[in-house]
């Protein structure tokens, strides 16, 4: 994906060429739309080149369910059309007392009801999916055979390349440095390659909504802080021995699995922030082999071959900020995340197209009401991990 | 003698050890891979691609130790009776011991010196009267790469290289804690002191609390481009020098010697009275389960049983790109951007052939000069300029990058790096237009496997540039994380 000369004018500009931005531009060109991405180093480089992988239907209400039961969905049409790789392979949160339990029945509940096929099931079942775990602390697991995992970059590679194939413009190298306004209206941004035209603007920068939303002057509070998550990278072993990601919030909120080419990833909890700096700290590498090693105890005698860092970028109440912001036309947000915007993104897409060429849709965006923080209307925290 | 001892061992130290169900000779003391080159055995392991390898090229050598799968085989002793088998590289330990691991240890010290060589040595004489030391080397020996030439060097006089270290260690007094055989996790800024986690060799986890870091991190080998380069039988220079002047083990009974730099290895060869033919232009080599023959690019096949890649060293960038340094592009390598004081910023200082490539003297000396900066930091009398002069009688050595002949070599058995990583697939997603090596990283898996990017970012970064004409000095070279050198998982987990 070589970057693009910044054309002159286009109908509609996505500001952010991460998985988001993307899977947006796709979903606006594939309706015919004019649309252009505009990327301040390369297609997917920033949260989505450090993200974990995991794809999940587990939520602890009915609007992320729906939303990600629509985007599995996405998901397996997408990568079977497109040729990667996203594989069905399960998500087992270990359950390790009563409370526990009862929280995810109720989950559970709300998640079959949207035809989210997840069971509890007993430790035993647990280690048969994955023969690796110390099972003598569980009393229940989670399971939802569906749920599952791709690479985010090639991915993301993938959809930017259908979304030229449909006539989208992906500019990378591209930096946006402010919006030109003309009466509470868009009229173009300014960019450090020039200045491109447009009328309508999406703000899919996540960790740096921020900045753009102030480019954008936006009085309304949105409150998106970039927190340092980090992860781990094991040698590679042999494939298949651990398929699913594996949660453990007993275990500082550990996930893990197993990539493509072999190595055991994951993270923990271990938050820091709000930050931009990207270093990985030692007290994280500590921190994750104790848990990790807890759950799995094979681990113990693999090598650590490298961390890293990269941002959730984080809202009071976990949900992303999804919708059109009224004080400017056509200004819309898709940001806020939260650590687990990847997966989401394949319905977000088609929510943000919806909105953005129909005014309505219906998936249940109100949820992700960029106007909740300042009406003081938080959701229930959405499941942030993994 | 076995098959390949150059020496004769002491007998009382000889044991019997067992490779794939066969008893050989071996002694206490000698590491396995050593051993069993001794008997003339290279093939210790296969790639997840299934390619074979040896011991002294990139990549891991995981080996079946007494039944336990993926014991690293490059850091294991061997003892009586030991049964070794070949694995896979992706065949682990499913049951393994749970442990609550030990304790971790704390140490402050005034400065934390990573790397035992002689810039490393350098230092620490230097500010050993007045400040406490921690001297972190991740060999079973002190000298670095001096250690390992059997002739004298210059600067030296005409002492033996381990008489000189002999001696300069000997010097050491109590304000010096040495620590052999550890590595160093990474340099951790703590504000008030940098935090450097080190493990020794029975996976102790030490904290050292240091208020200066010295990287004294020294260089590695550059790895030399051809077809079937990773097979066994094929030799970086550094782990020759090691066989021979460490271990008294030939690599072979007749070896080629390729790279731009024969003359460090062939005068050490004729030391030992080893057969070998100097091939400046290799393009292959052959053999079942190791090295038979190699063939030159106008077609000459050369019988030999040992490949050495004699390529020359570029400094170690791994640590001060951790540690948060910046690089610049000179002499042909990347090295890290200093300071007037040898800093790569507030308190982390570079020496050695870690900065340049230079006689080992110069990187004493170098040593010895940012010793005596740190002394004047914590206001000791020191004389630095007195060093700095000195060091300018040696101007850095340029390295010659490889031209790669893309045109003649069968790119898919080129491997640029020991994870199975071919020129082949590297060169496919630059020609496709991807040049950032952040995206060739992901896509390739180039640098992201054990020995993160030491061996092949740069011939990456080679491939890059000579395939799009951009300069080397151009090119964002990916910084390395931590951890510096892997760590068993159960290291790091134990809880205080």
């Known amino acids: 994906m070589p970057s693009k000369e910044l054309p002159e004018r286009s109908e509609i500009v996505i500001i952010g060429g991460g998985i988001i931005g993307v899977t947006i531009a796709h979903e606006l060109a594939k309706r015919g739309e004019e649309v252009t991405v505009i990327e301040k180093r390369f297609i997917g480089s920033g949260s989505t080149f450090r993200c974990g992988t995991g794809i999940r239907q587990q939520f602890n209400d009915e609007s992320n369910v729906q939303v990600m039961k629509r985007s599995v969905e996405l998901w397996k049409k997408y990568s079977e059309e497109y040729g990667f790789s996203f594989e069905q392979t399960g998500y087992l949160f270990l359950l390790y007392d009563d409370d526990e339990v009862e929280e995810f029945k109720r989950n559970i509940a709300i998640q079959n009801r949207f035809g989210v096929p997840t069971r509890l099931i007993t430790p035993e079942e647990a280690k048969d999916i994955v023969p690796l775990l110390d099972i003598s602390e569980v009393i229940a697991a989670s399971w939802n055979p569906t749920d599952g995992k791709a690479d985010p970059f090639h991915s993301t590679a993938k959809f930017a390349l259908n979304a030229e194939r449909f006539g989208a413009k992906l500019v990378e190298y591209t930096e946006v440095k402010d919006f030109l306004i003309e009466n509470g209206e868009i009229k173009g941004l300014k960019t450090n390659r020039g200045v491109i035209r447009t009328g309508t603007v999406i703000n899919a920068t996540n960790a740096w909504a921020k900045l753009i939303n102030a480019m954008a002057g936006i009085k309304t509070k949105i409150p998106i802080e970039p927190y340092k998550h980090q992860a781990v990278i094991t040698q590679p072993i042999k494939k298949g021995s651990i398929n699913p990601m594996v949660i453990s919030f007993k275990y500082g909120h550990a996930y893990l699995t197993q990539t493509a080419h072999g190595g055991v990833v994951g993270g923990v909890g271990y938050e820091l922030g709000p930050t931009y700096d990207l270093s990985p700290t030692y007290e994280f590498l500590r921190e994750v082999s104790y848990y990790f090693t807890k759950i799995i105890p094979a681990l113990r005698e693999l090598l650590i071959l490298r961390t890293w860092a990269g941002y959730y970028a984080k809202t009071p109440d976990s949900n992303a900020a999804i919708g059109k912001i009224e004080e400017l036309s056509d200004y819309y947000i898709a940001a806020g995340f939260s650590g687990h915007g990847f997966m989401m993104a394949p319905a977000v897409a088609e929510m943000v197209a919806d909105l953005v060429t129909k005014g309505r849709t219906d998936l249940p965006a109100a949820w992700y009401d960029p106007y909740r923080f300042e009406r003081g209307e938080l959701r229930t925290t959405a499941i942030q991990m993994g | ?496």
């Open chain 2, 1 to 496: 003698m076995r098959p390949l001892d150059l020496t004769e061992k002491e007998p009382s130290r000889k044991v019997t050890v067992y490779f794939e169900g066969k008893a050989y000779e071996a002694y206490e003391g000698e590491k396995i891979t050593v051993a069993l080159l001794a008997n003339g055995i290279y093939w210790l392991t296969t790639s997840t691609e299934g390619r074979k390898r040896g011991a002294f090229t990139f990549g891991p050598v995981p080996m079946v130790v007494n039944g336990t799968r993926n014991v690293n085989a490059r850091k294991t002793k061997v003892r009586d009776g030991m049964r070794l088998e070949r694995q896979g590289y992706g065949d682990f330990q499913e049951t393994v011991e749970i442990d609550e691991g030990k304790p971790v240890e704390r140490l402050v010290v005034d400065v934390a010196v990573i790397g035992g060589g002689p810039a490393g040595i350098g230092t620490v004489l230097k500010v050993q009267d007045h400040l406490t030391v921690a001297l972190v080397e991740e060999k079973g020996w002190l000298g670095g790469d001096l250690w390992l030439k059997g002739l004298p060097q210059k600067g030296f006089g005409e002492k033996s290289p381990q008489e000189v270290v002999r001696e300069l260690t000997g010097k050491f007094n109590e304000n010096v804690s040495v620590f052999k055989g550890t590595i160093a996790l990474g340099v951790f800024d703590k504000g008030e002191y940098f935090l450097v986690p080190i493990v020794t060799g029975e996976n102790q986890l030490i904290e050292i609390m240091a208020k200066r870091v010295v990287l004294a991190v020294g260089a590695v080998d550059n790895i030399h481009l051809f077809e079937n380069n990773d097979m066994p039988g094929v030799f970086r220079r550094s782990d020759l020098l090691e066989v021979l002047n460490v271990w008294g083990v030939a690599p072979g009974r007749k070896v080629a010697v390729v790279g731009s730099k024969p003359e460090e290895i062939t005068a050490e060869l004729d030391r030992w009275s080893i057969e070998y033919i100097v091939v400046p232009n290799p393009k292959r080599v052959e053999g079942d389960e190791k090295v038979e023959r190699l063939i030159d690019t106008n077609g000459n096949v050369y019988e030999v049983d040992a490949v050495i890649m004699a390529e020359g060293r570029r400094p170690d960038i791994n640590p001060p790109t951790q540690a948060g340094g910046k690089l610049v592009f000179k002499h042909g390598y990347y090295t890290p951007v200093l300071d007037s004081q040898h800093r790569i910023r507030d308190g982390i200082y570079v020496a050695g052939s870690a900065v340049s490539i230079k006689p080992h003297y110069a990187n004493y000396l170098e040593g010895r000069l940012v010793g005596a900066y740190i002394l004047r930091e914590f206001g000791f009398d020191a004389e630095p300029c007195i060093h700095a002069e000195r060091l300018k009688e040696y101007e850095p050595e340029a390295v010659q990058v490889q031209s790669i002949d893309f045109g003649s070599l069968n790119l898919e058995d080129v491997q640029i790096c020991g994870c199975d990583v071919s020129l082949r697939k590297v060169d496919d997603v630059v020609r496709s237009g991807i040049t950032d090596l952040q995206i060739i990283k992901r896509l390739t898996h180039l640098a992201m496997g054990f020995c993160q990017g030491r061996f092949c970012l740069f011939n990456g970064a080679v491939v890059v540039s000579q395939r799009t004409g951009t300069p080397m000095d151009r090119l964002d070279i990916p910084v390395a994380r931590p951890p510096l050198k892997n760590v068993r998982m159960k290291v790091t987990a134990g809880r205080d």
